[in-house]
């Protein structure tokens, strides 16, 4: 077995592999003894069939099987004693391939080309500076949130009189305009409108000041102009809505009215717990609570920034020709050199900050532990609990639902690259000057368009 390499370039090089054919013949003869071991053919009893006939049948196969095998098994022993880093894995090189017979030939002579695995010398300092863009928490945004709250934990009551924005069950009835029901038509019972999303000033005029089991003659598709929501309300496929005529009657069976929920201790416990008693500590949570949603936001666009700006400073360089007949090698949907021309630039930026991300994991020292993972999942399972409103979970409450995400070793490897960014960012925000900037909710979202 000989291995030796040729570069192309500073990038990219060729190893030409030479396997004499003695080399690979006691694994051969090995694997044609166990076969015949366990062959079963007609006519012979097991372990019995012919050497010579398990030799024809089989022979060639075998060969190319463990040529495939020490192939490999030198090559990447090759790479490792000589220390050499690699991007991917070894391609063959058809240029430099010679034509083998299998049968004849006493060496067997491979070429595989290689991109070299770059290397930079860029390094995080104090003399980076780098735009921080916080989003600036004012009046109107914790008064929203506090809004949102109190809408959240609001209630519904029964009320006497409609007034326009209400919830009411009915039963509705196709009828003609002037509101005379004709039989074997469609009837539609027991269903829930929300009076709060009907937009037409005429319908909303129609529904005022009834009461329960008062009649109200509607334009279904004028209240509700989406047919969807028609479908659902009259229990027919949305494909249907046009065909029918738009009037019916709606005879009232309740009628509920919604309420916000006040500002007190009602509220306070069921956002944050008991531990908030008083209006001032609750604004104070809550405000804590969007300082760290928009610190994420803040963080998020820092990452974007601080990528842009060390891929600008780095001279990270690939063979574009090697990496692009990699891609064609081992993509599986066989992709086109067409394709692989319009994707190499974004293909190449990310194998960029992989590189430089890798220099400057090894140059913070940053480590993914154990505890770091689980703290990351049970940050993520809380962030998900609160999606449904559930703010004052416990850990001990969160801990069968953190268990089952990381029995899952898909979701686990995402939380370690999670972690690992998170450590990053934060290494790279006290390593570099900030240029820190403040901005409101909807400039902020502008400097991601700005971006693009």
Not at 186 to 204: A, F, G, Q, W
Request: with cysteine; hydrophobic share 35%.
């Amino acid at each position: 077995m000989n291995i030796s390499k040729s570069n192309l370039s500073d990038l990219n090089a060729v190893l030409t592999l030479t396997l004499a054919k003695e080399d690979v013949e006691p694994n051969v003869a090995k694997a044609l003894k166990d076969y015949r071991k366990k062959a079963v053919i007609d006519g012979f009893r097991p372990g019995k069939v012919p050497e010579g006939l398990i030799n024809k049948m089989y022979r060639k196969p075998i060969l190319l099987d463990e040529i495939n095998k020490m192939v490999s098994e030198s090559l990447n022993k090759y790479l490792t004693d000589e220390n050499i880093q690699i991007i991917g894995e070894p391609i063959p090189y058809a240029q430099g391939q010679k034509n083998i017979d299998f049968d004849k030939d006493t060496n067997f002579e491979f070429s595989f080309e290689i991109g070299y695995y770059p290397t930079t010398e860029i390094a995080v300092s104090e003399k980076d500076k780098i735009d921080y863009h916080k989003i600036k928490i004012d009046d109107a945004v914790l008064d929203n949130y506090i809004e949102g709250f109190a809408k959240r934990y609001g209630k519904y009551s029964d009320a006497e009189v409609i007034e326009g924005s209400e919830m009411i069950k009915a039963d509705v009835i196709k009828c003609d305009k002037n509101g005379v029901i004709t039989e074997n038509d469609i009837v539609s019972n027991d269903v829930t409108l929300s009076l709060d999303v009907v937009k037409d000033e005429e319908s909303i005029s129609a529904f005022k000041a009834k009461k329960v089991g008062d009649d109200v003659v509607v334009n279904l598709m004028k209240a509700y102009p989406n047919n969807y929501e028609v479908a659902h309300i009259l229990k027919v496929k949305h494909d249907e809505v046009d065909a029918i005529d738009p009037y019916f009657l709606v005879r009232i069976k309740s009628i509920s009215t919604f309420a916000k929920a006040k500002l007190d201790t009602d509220l306070y416990n069921a956002v944050f717990g008991e531990e908030v008693t008083t209006e001032e500590q609750f604004k104070t949570k809550v405000k804590e609570m969007i300082e760290g949603d928009y610190n994420r936001e803040s963080d998020y666009k820092f990452m974007l920034d601080y990528k842009d700006y060390y891929l600008s400073k780095a001279n990270v360089k690939f063979s574009r020709d090697f990496m692009e007949r990699w891609l064609m090698f081992t993509n599986e949907e066989k992709l086109t050199k067409e394709q692989v021309d319009k994707e190499y630039p974004a293909f190449e930026k990310g194998l960029q900050w992989q590189v430089i991300k890798a220099k400057f994991i090894k140059d913070g020292d940053l480590k993914v532990e154990e505890q770091d993972v689980n703290a990351f999942a049970l940050k993520v399972a809380r962030q998900q609990f609160k999606q449904y409103g559930l703010y004052n979970i416990t850990d001990e409450q969160l801990g069968s639902y953190v268990e089952r995400m990381l029995a899952k070793q898909e979701d686990v490897r995402r939380m370690i690259d999670s972690v690992v960014e998170e450590k990053l960012t934060l290494w790279i925000k006290d390593q570099v000057k900030l240029n820190t900037k403040e901005h409101s909710m909807e400039d902020f979202n502008k400097l991601f368009e700005e971006s693009k």
